[in-house]
């Protein structure tokens, strides 16, 4: 790979990231907003192949290569930001290291987990993707979700030994 | 263009489905018991499809692709791999996916209170709660005994604290 294609993968990787952190610090959410991260990702992406080929010397086959290392590399990070937006692990490990060299007693730490919204959150983030249909307390199943919850059981049962959930 | 990119892109889709299919093979053999059903050796056989992969995907592409092709494809693949990997990982564990499959399950009807303490099929979120601190304990992140938890290991100490100090940097403070 040629030095200006390197380059473009650098500078499209620090905008990314630049843009991720000042886009998500000025609004804050509990939401994980997949779609405005991949869209955000796309646009770097797509600025990135742009500003390649229209430097001199591009070579079109460099233009495939800095897009499979940048699909590489979103997706990666995708993971890493994935697991700090949703996970529980991380949210029990955070809560833990706030206790310093103590330890706590698991009814406390369920109970605390318990009264949170974070249950809540999950619901609430199904309602506005319309699987479901919130009315005070109630929660039913829209069409849609229905269809999402019957083919995750399907593909659960051939890639894994269905939804655990834990 | 079509010509220089089209055929790569056919070997990379044709070694991935073949990783795919030798996986779901190896996960039907798993739970026929046939093979080990520990969750460690599902996941090494994964690991090695996608090694064997590789050598698969270079002798396709062959000699009429590139190396910056070649390295593209390499990434390509990479990314099909993770892709497929992260949804193996969410039809197994997903906590949202699970709640939608609870909640089918009692007729497509039922109240938050009844969701929490049914989670994954009757564990309730203790249930959750619980395996995933023994997971976090079987990586050595933390010390559980009994029903006191904690405290961190060294490892669990600096996980914890990246895992704070990023989710502050981009102020996910309701999560998880």
Redesign the interface.
Known sequence: MSPSALLTVLSAGVLFLGLHIVLWRLKPSSAPRVFQFFGLAATCMLVSEIVYYILPGAKPAELFAILGIESFLVILYSLAYGSLARSVSITLLTRLYGEGKLFLEFESLLNEYLSSTRFEERVHAMHEAGLIVMSGDRITLTVKGNRAARAAQTLSHIFSDGVEGY | ?MD??RP?CLDILAVLIGVILM??LV?AFV?AGWLSNKPVFASLSLVAWIAMGIPILYSLMGRRA????Q??????Y??GC??YM???SV???????????D??NRG??????T??SS??GG?G?????????Q??TEFR???MEG??????TPW??M???T??R??R????????
């Open positions: 263009m220089l990119f790569t996986d779901v996960l739970r590139s190396l910056p092709i390295n593209g494809a390499f990434f390509f990479g990314t993770l892709v992260e949804m193996r039809l197994s564990r997903g906590y949202s996916l699970r709640i939608l499959i909640l089918r497509g009807q039922a109240d938050v209170g969701l929490k989670y994954g564990v979120v203790s249930g959750l709660l619980l395996k995933r601190l997971t976090l992140l933390l010390k029903g006191r938890v904690g405290p961190l669990g100490r996980a914890a604290a895992g704070d990023l989710r940097l981009l102020r996910l403070e309701q999560v998880g």
